[in-house]
Every structure is written in structure tokens, then in C-alpha cells.
């Protein structure tokens, strides 16, 4: 059965950066989109971007140019993403979908002092 | 970008009540729409997709319909564990946005 196993909890300071990786199991890795969406406390879903683990190729949201990047390691069947010069406004649970069919748990980003 | 209106915000019924939660989109999206119900504390599950394919797995009470720019979600006899937040998708064109969500619970 396809499994996406996201990284834990992050409590990071402002104006750092932060990896959250997402394992992928019970599919051909290289053969599907992987999405990662955001959603802030109490808001709804935003998409982040995604990445075709099989060539590398991305797509992001222009909103998150410059504040996420997308990688993908074929041998261990991971995705990762990156956030950069973190705020407070990037406090929020990301998560990873594989096809928008199956979803990670999610990963708790707090961005605080 | 393309934006999702979703409507009601929030919505009480019964069990057994058949309830139908309404997007539109702000331009055609030729039935590039999902729905997704959350749970409290847990990732969104796909329930529909292309406007009215049913995912694996999903019980046959929840259905999608729509063209164009309207597209509706309806769960027939509702049961206790339909309580949840449910969120319309469209992948039409980038970026994929989402509605605002519907938070469903029980009468």
C-alpha cells in the first residue's frame, strides 16, 4: 500500500531554514508527482509546488518562489523541501501527496524565537 | 489565479440527512476538481476527483457533480463519521488552489 512517512515536529528561529523529508513506499517513486501543500493554523490548503522524482523537474506557486525548494533522492525513495529565511507567517503544517491520492501525515513547522 | 468560492462555511445536519456543499470557480475548469474531507489533526483524504469520479475506497454516499464553474459535493444519509472539514481543489491550471473548506458537523 503506498505510504508517505513525513520528518517530525520543526521549531526553528526566524530567518533560518528547515529540510522536512517525506519516504515514500508502495509505488514506483519515480513514475508519480509529489505535491507538497501548506496550511496555516485554522486556514485552508495551499499549494506549495511539485516535483517529478524521475527527472527532477519542478513546478512551484510563484508565492513560494524563493521560499521553498523541492528535491527528490531516487535511491532512498525520498522527497524533501526546503524553507528558507523562515517567519513567523511560515508556522504551519506541510504536507507531501503523492497525486493528490495519498498524503503524508504532515510535519509541524513552528517558526519562533 | 483561479479562485475557489466555497459555500456554506459551515454546515449542522443530521444523521441520515443528505447535505450538499456547493464551489465555484471564479473561470471554467473543465471538471479539473477534487474534494478532499478532513479529520481534526489529520491529513486531507481525497474523496472525488475530475468532478465526479469516486476515489478507491470511498463510500458510494459521497458524490460530485458540476461543469463548467459550479460543482457540488453531496453525502446521502449521513453518518457520525462524516463529521469532518471538506475542501474543494481545482487542478485546472496552476497554481492549484483550494477553497476556503466547509466544517461539517452533527445536528
Known amino acids: 500500500q503506498v505510504q508517505l512517512q513525513q520528518s517530525g515536529t520543526e521549531l526553528v528561529k526566524p530567518a533560518s531554514s528547515v529540510k522536512i523529508s517525506c519516504k515514500a513506499s508502495?509505488?514506483?517513486?519515480?513514475?508519480?508527482?509529489m505535491h507538497w501543500i501548506r496550511q496555516q493554523p485554522g486556514n485552508g490548503l495551499e499549494w506549495i509546488g511539485w516535483?517529478?522524482?524521475?527527472?527532477?523537474?519542478?513546478k512551484y506557486n510563484q508565492k513560494f518562489d524563493g521560499k521553498a525548494t523541492l528535491t527528490a533522492d531516487k535511491s532512498s525513495s525520498t522527497a524533501y523541501m526546503q524553507l528558507s529565511s523562515l517567519t513567523s507567517e511560515d508556522s504551519a503544517v506541510y504536507f507531501c501527496?503523492?497525486?493528490?491520492?495519498?498524503w503524508g501525515q504532515g510535519t509541524l513547522v513552528t517558526v519562533s524565537s | 489565479d483561479i479562485q475557489m468560492t466555497q459555500s456554506p462555511a459551515s454546515l449542522s445536519a443530521s444523521l441520515g440527512e443528505t447535505v450538499t456543499i456547493e464551489c465555484r470557480a471564479s473561470?471554467?475548469?473543465?471538471?479539473?476538481l477534487a474534494w478532499y474531507q478532513q479529520k481534526p489533526g489529520k491529513s486531507p483524504q481525497l474523496l472525488i476527483y475530475?468532478?465526479?469520479s469516486l476515489h478507491t475506497g470511498v463510500p458510494s454516499r459521497f458524490s460530485g457533480s458540476g461543469s463548467g464553474t459550479q460543482y457540488s459535493l453531496k453525502i446521502n444519509s449521513l453518518q457520525s463519521e462524516d463529521v469532518a472539514s471538506y475542501f474543494c481543489?481545482?487542478?485546472?491550471?496552476?497554481?492549484?488552489?483550494f477553497g476556503a473548506g466547509t466544517k461539517l458537523e452533527l445536528k
Open positions: 501527496a503523492v497525486g493528490f491520492a495519498y
Open positions: 508502495g509505488y514506483t517513486f519515480t513514475s508519480n508527482y
Open positions: 516535483i517529478y522524482p524521475g527527472n527532477g523537474n519542478t
Open positions: 473561470e471554467d475548469i473543465y471538471n479539473g
Open positions: 475530475n468532478a465526479n
Open positions: 481543489q481545482q487542478y485546472y491550471d496552476y497554481p492549484y488552489t
